[in-house]
T-cell receptor, first 114, second 111 residues
């Protein structure tokens, strides 16, 4: 069974631009979560989607948004990029929205904002 | 607010040594705790998931324990190998249902 895939793997953008990251969960998984990883803050939760609905959200500004499609694939969008948005963005999938389920992570998208 | 702490931040051991990584959390009302491994520049690999009702889980040379009442978990690695070198992260899932991560322990196993 294929794992979680994320595209693109690397991105370079300039301040003020916007970016869209994509995540395809493990086949059969319906819950997708997004995390930001930086050297200073570590791993921080962005949001979680289940059945095309956002069911949980972290403490990030409104510039960070996401959505989930009917096939469970998810996209994350960051508008008006800032230098501090440079990070590894990780997507995780789990079977359903239940808290007991194991989360499986993708390889991440490395975003560099210049 | 849940806080997760991992000590030590870095650990260097000779090959073959048994070692223990520590994780503590402030709010004991958790659903589960998950240990991950992260290689440089890569994503997270799930190692073990311990539900709140469990005391330990084992996978190969890895054994994780959970003491929910004291807010502690340990990851025991037996007979360490150079390939075990990585950053180990623990994460708890509590009432907010989001994973809260520690900053990790960077492990180096020297041949």
């Amino acid at each position: 069974k294929a794992g979680v895939t994320q595209t693109p793997r690397y991105l370079i953008k300039t301040r003020g631009q916007q970016v869209t990251l994509s995540c395809s969960p493990i086949s059969g998984h319906r819950s997708v979560s997004w995390y930001q990883q930086t050297p200073g803050q570590g791993l921080q939760f962005l949001f979680e989607y289940f059945s095309e609905t956002q069911r949980n959200k972290g403490n990030f500004p409104g510039r960070f948004s996401g959505r989930q499609f009917s096939n469970s694939r998810s996209e994350m969008n960051v508008s008006t990029l800032e230098l501090g948005d440079s990070a590894l963005y990780l997507c995780a999938s789990s079977l359903d929205g239940l808290a007991r389920n194991e989360q499986f992570f993708g390889p991440g998208t490395r975003l560099t904002v210049l | 607010k849940q806080e997760v702490t991992q000590i030590p931040a870095a650990l260097s051991v000779p090959e073959g040594e048994n070692l223990v990584l520590n994780c503590s959390f402030t709010d004991s009302a958790i659903y589960n705790l998950q240990w991950f491994r992260q290689d440089p520049g890569k994503g997270l690999t799930s190692l073990l998931l311990i539900q709140s009702s469990q005391r330990e889980q084992t996978s190969g040379r890895l054994n994780a324990s959970l003491d929910k009442s004291s807010g502690r978990s340990t990851l025991y690695i037996a007979a360490s190998q150079p390939g075990d070198s990585a950053t180990y992260l623990c994460a708890v899932r509590g009432g907010s249902e989001k994973l809260v991560f520690g900053k990790g322990t960077k492990l180096t196993v020297n041949p």
